[in-house]
């Protein structure tokens, strides 16, 4: 049971180009997260999905899109990379958007020159 | 705006003291609140989750408390140990019409315990 998992760990992207990150979970949760953490800031979420099919935007959505074809699976998606979005992106998953517990990733540290 | 404002920033310890974060929170329709670790480098996991009608709850060498009348909680650590050491985030989650919770996350308390 590994929990959530995301990939990769680090990425250096230029200003402009795109990229994916993968997150995954095995415990067959419905609702999946990402978030970003920035230095002196709480976590904010960026987009969220209740289900597979199913995506919804956050605080924070501009600039990112998010697929998930497969409960199992969130993909979040940079399509023209800006230093702003320089960050850690962490996904999470829970049983329910309620009282359940949200297990995270061990994020993705993304540099963007 | 819901905000959430956590106490002190940061903290150095002694291995085997004691100490106690703080949190104040300003959310509506409150449903939850949650603390989580933080170790460097790694995600956050959650340590304890309260509802409204809860004004204590442990898990282990922590115990949280509530007060929803003041909207206050505090995370108390006993008898440090070193591995310890990392971010304690406050959480505070808000009901959203049409179902669901919307999480409002502090900014955390950088906790160091030293020997």
């Known amino acids: 049971n590994a929990g959530v998992t995301q990939t990769p760990k680090f990425r250096v992207l230029k200003t402009g180009q795109s990229m994916t990150l993968l997150c995954a979970q095995d415990?067959?949760?419905?609702?999946m997260y990402w978030y970003r953490q920035d230095p002196g800031m709480g976590l904010r979420l960026i987009h969220y999905?209740?289900?597979?099919?199913?995506?919804a935007k956050g605080e924070v959505p501009d600039g990112y899109n998010v697929s998930r074809l497969k409960k199992q699976n969130f993909l979040l998606g940079l399509e023209s990379a800006a230093p702003s979005q320089t960050s850690v992106y962490f996904c999470?998953?829970?049983?329910?958007?309620?009282?359940?517990?949200?297990?995270f990733g061990p994020g993705t540290r993304l540099t963007v020159t | 705006k819901n905000q959430v404002e956590q106490s002190p920033q940061s903290l150095i310890i002694l291995e085997g003291k004691n100490c106690t974060l703080q949190?104040?929170?300003?959310?509506?329709?409150?449903?939850?609140l949650r603390w989580y670790k933080q170790d460097t480098g790694r995600g956050p996991v959650s340590l304890t989750i309260?509802?409204?009608?809860?004004n204590t709850k442990s898990n282990g060498r922590y115990t949280a408390t509530l007060d929803a009348d003041t909207k206050q909680s505090s995370l108390h650590i006993t008898a440090s140990q070193l591995s310890d050491s990392a971010s304690y985030i406050c959480?505070?989650?808000?009901?959203?019409?049409?179902?669901?919770?919307?999480?409002?996350f502090g900014t955390g308390t950088q906790l160091k315990v030293e020997l």
């Open positions: 999470a998953s829970s049983y329910t958007g309620t009282v359940d517990e949200q297990y």
């Open positions: 415990m067959n949760h419905e609702y």
């Open positions: 999905s209740v289900g597979e099919g199913t995506t």
């Open positions: 949190c104040n929170y300003t959310v509506s329709p409150f449903s939850n």
């Open positions: 309260m509802t409204f009608s809860e």
């Open positions: 959480v505070v989650s808000a009901g959203v019409t049409g179902g669901g919770n919307k999480l409002t």
